[in-house]
């Protein structure tokens, strides 16, 4: 069913605007120029503004710059820049050796138009040209040439090439010669009058093109001959008082038009439009164009600036008119036309015209059921094959004929094959010839077969690329075969190409593969590994030349050389479809995207694009000192950290770049690598040495930089490294050896008696240390004896008393309550003396050993405190003393007590472990801490008893303890008891 004609405005440009927002110091701009580091500059109503692709910024008066309304910036051959300002009264500027200086005005002129550099810097050329006037700087003074044209003759611009002077004016396009001035008037054969608004100068190897704009018409003059480029449109209703502009790119791509309407037009593909449609605004006026050398357009406006971003696609949407944007295939008719498949119908391509084509029983709930999978051109006919709906053909008169309608199983794809044509459904090939559907082949498998391309190769052998069993082999209709592989995801097969040295490349899910001796294996093009799904591969418009489609967008290669485009590159998409690569009748390659459709226009794999500039700026150490890179440096030890920081001039998007720092020592060897989109890397901790840094970046378009390195960054060794120092230490020590033997024979009587009253002192100490163990001992004894007897004492009477009083409360004439309450109480207080009997000694040791006994303890507490006790128990394989085991027993049971009582802690940790000669513990509570030299000194003076115990304890079993706290960072105490006592 027909549907609609649309005509198209297509894009290929990437649009972005710089506004307020960005950074712009005005709205109004007037120019551009691109400076031989590769920044932007721009001259603007209050000044000049330079762009690096990071920062904009304003030079003001501080920077040398006057403040005055600059409509044209220029860039002379030793790259210094010149800027001119709309009042003649005001000066010329010009950057040289970073600063600006100025030549006289002009004065007697009327508001200047435009400016063109030529000449040396000893002896400088400007030209200037007002609407009524033109002059020339000699150098010293400004010369008048206005007498030399015709009365009454405005002025609209000037260009510069191959040492002469273009000057288009409302009585012709005329020529001044660099050596004497003189003035030509270039024969034009244009209606007399035809005024030339605007030029265009680009030299090609053997002379100039220069390019014409008129009000009606674009011509190109070259080798004096003129020819009509574009026609048939109105650029402006007054000279007097408008500015025109004309550029044009490398990819043929036209931009004209004065301060009230801009025209874009591709003379490759004859298609013109109002660049204001692109930008909403049909309105769009601007005061001029720039090319840079990525082939960016810099449009200034008095809104600001737009960059239109170089790309090699011409995109169609459903906004240009195709019936969607999910493109799945693509075929052209004996005429030229184009037929684009969709899920829900046809678009057809006519001249950059589309009509569009609905199925009468889509539905776009299941429109997968009705996706034209697959297309072939069969005897001047389009045949192609729509999921569900069937198997037909598109006749040139626009009709659909169906073959196999309503299928219940989906036709997938097709192939022309010896004036057959091959039909494939689920798990069955089909031949189709005089109108007739046959079966050609069948496949058993034990699940069903889907396919994905079918193709022809060598020998007349038919390989269908299915999605899960690798390739089905054909050698004749009743010889089958599988070709697959031993990664399920490169059985999972879409495309399938022969190249010219008979070599089948495969894509699949798992990336790119190739045949060999019947299996599928990974298979790379001259280092080109693709490790993605591959939706197709076609040949391009050069002599071995690849598309690859993507699920990431394509892939171009030829002679080993590979790029890769995506949506920040001009293609409609990111997500290609399967058949929907095409290489039309004039060497324009088509990829259809589940975003729209676009076009890589012939010629345009000719043109390589530029490197992105890239620049190491300065090292900045952590007292934010700057050095210069180019410059050896030479860091001290305490500098050791660093930061570097680069640029990288690529407009494309310079948003999307990725840079790759590398970090090398002396010898070349890699010592820190990473990628990063921030324009500085730090570097820290370098050791003593030489480093050297080098610095790469990718752009947007995935253009890699040229590699550039940094000088020797040398970082000092500390003092304590150097000779000198060595030297010092040695006679130091020598020194100090010296006096020492010196004062031996002296104090030998002193430490004699010294070593006397050391040992009396040891003897003394060793009396005191037994005095306390005895005392402990007792003390551990009587605990003992006072335990036992309470335990088989009154724990039996108590028990004895418990159970009469049960008996009693069995008895109907006893008092329940007044019983019950007395039970409780005896309850209780058997309760209270087995805690008694515990704390004075803790039998559990002797019965379970000493792991046992503190894993109960810190459950008892558990259940008894808010705070959460964790245990960790390892193995306890050797055992303490009896004595020691209690001792330790008692200084945990101290330690857990300190912490519940004042740490505030939410959890205390115990771990018990085991080395080979010690057992450890470590007591961790999260909660307030303390200052240890507070609670010593505390200590001291009689408090804090809980330390002092703790420490007494663990002196006596001859154990080490080590106490740590902070405040609000909790206390640890670490105890190491040796087993050999």
Known sequence: MFITNSDVYTQNLNIKTYTYKDGLPTHSFFDAVQDTTGRMWFACSKGLTVYDGFEWKFLSVDEGVPMANYIKIELDDEGRIWALPKTPTNSIIFR??????????????????????????????????????????????????????????????????????????????????KENFKIN?????????????????????????????????????????????????????????????????????????????????????????????????????????????????????FRGIVKLSNSPFFSFYKSDGLLSNEVSSIEQFDDGRLIIGHNEGFSILTNYSFNKYMFDNYNEFFNQDSRVLDMVNFNSEIYFTAAKLGFGKWSNNNIIKWEIKNSNYQFLTLKNFKDELLVYKIDTLFKFKDNNLSVYSTFNHKSRIGAREITVVKNDIILIATNGIGLIKINNRYNNSVIKSYYNDYNNAYAIFEQNDSTILVGTKGGLCKIQDSILVPYSIKNLAINEPIYFIEAGNKPGSIWFGLDKGAIYCEDG??????????????????????????????????????????????????????????????????????NKIQLDYNHNSFAIHFRCLSFIDESNIKFFPKLLDSDGEVIEEFETKEK???????????????????????????????????????????????????????????????????????????????????????????????????????????????????????????????????????????????????KNTGQTLRKIVHNLHPLEIEKYGLAVSIEMMCNEMNND?????????????????????????????????????????????????????????????????????????????????????????????????????????????????????
């Open 680 to 826: 500085s890397a730090r570097f820290s901790n370098l050791l003593p040495g030489s480093y050297r840094i080098e610095l790469s970046a990718i752009n947007s378009n995935s253009i890699n930089s040229n590699v550039i390195s940094s000088n020797i960054i040398t970082v000092d060794s500390p003092f304590y490294y150097s000779i000198w120092f060595f030297i010092l230490i040695i006679g130091g020590l020598v020194f100090i050896g010296f006096s020492v033997q010196k004062s031996i024979s002296q104090k030998k009587y002193a430490k004699l008696l010294e070593k006397e009253v050391k040992e009396r002192t040891s003897e003394l100490e060793k009396v005191e240390e037994l005095k306390s163990k005895a005392i402990y001992e007792n003390i551990e004894n009587d605990r003992k004896r006072i335990s036992r007897d309470l335990h088989d004492g009154l724990g039996q009477i108590l028990t004895s008393a418990k159970l009469k009083l049960e008996t009693f409360q069995l008895s109907k004439s006893i008092d329940d309550k007044q019983f019950s309450g007395s039970l409780d109480l005896i």
């Open 865 to 981: 405190s808010p705070i959460k006790i964790v245990s960790q128990i390892g193995n306890y394989s050797r055992r303490l003393s009896k004595k020691n085991e209690v001792m330790v027993f008692r200084i945990v049971q101290e330690a857990l007590n300190n912490a519940i009582r004042h740490s505030n802690a939410k959890e205390i940790n115990l771990i018990f472990w085991e080395s080979i000669g010690n057992l450890h513990i470590t007591i961790i509570d999260d909660g307030c801490g303390f200052d240890l030299a507070d609670k010593l000194d505390a200590k001291i003076k009689g408090r804090h008893f809980g330390l002092v115990n703790i420490n007494q304890r663990a002196n006596f079993i001859g154990a080490d303890l080590v106490i740590s706290s902070k405040i609000n960072l909790g206390t640890t105490i670490k105890l190491e008891v040796p087993f050999n006592e």
């Open 561 to 630: 050389k590979a790029r890769r485009y995506d949506p920040n590159s001009g293609l409609a998409g990111y997500e290609t479809n399967r058949h929907a690569g095409f290489l039309d009748s004039k060497g324009n390659f088509w990829i259809g995207t589940d975003n729209g459709l676009s076009m890589f226009a012939a010629g345009n794999e000719d043109i390589i694009p530029p490197k992105p500039l890239i620049d190491i700026l300065y090292l900045e150490d952590r007292e934010f000192n700057k050095f210069d890179l180019r």
């Open 96 to 177: 040289d050796k970073n600063e600006w200086r100025k030549i006289p005005p002009i004065l007697n002129s009327s508001v200047t138009l435009d400016m063109k550099m030529w000449g040396s810097s000893s002896n400088p050329k400007i030209s200037v040209i007002s609407r009524d006037s033109i002059f020339v700087f000699n150098g010293i003074k400004w010369d008048s040439y206005t007498n030399s044209f015709p009365e009454s003759t405005l002025f609209f611009s000037i260009d510069f090439s191959n040492d002469q002077l273009y000057v288009s004016t409302s009585t012709g396009l005329y020529i001044m010669l």
């Open 185 to 301: 008037k270039v024969s034009l054969k244009f209606q007399a009058d035809e005024s030339i608004l605007s030029i265009y100068t680009r030299p090609n190897a053997n002379n100039t093109d220069i390019y014409i704009l008129t009000n009606y018409a674009i011509y190109e003059y070259t080798n004096n001959e003129i020819n009509l480029i574009l026609e048939n449109f109105n650029i402006s209703t007054s000279l007097e008082y408008q500015h025109f502009f004309l550029a044009v790119d490398q990819f043929d791509n036209f931009y004209f038009g004065n301060d009230i309407i801009t025209f874009h037009y591709n003379n490759r593909n004859k298609m013109f439009q109002l660049l204001g449609k692109s930008l909403n605004d049909k309105s769009f006026g601007a005061s001029g164009v720039y090319l840079d050398r990525e082939n960016n357009k810099w449009i200034t406006t």
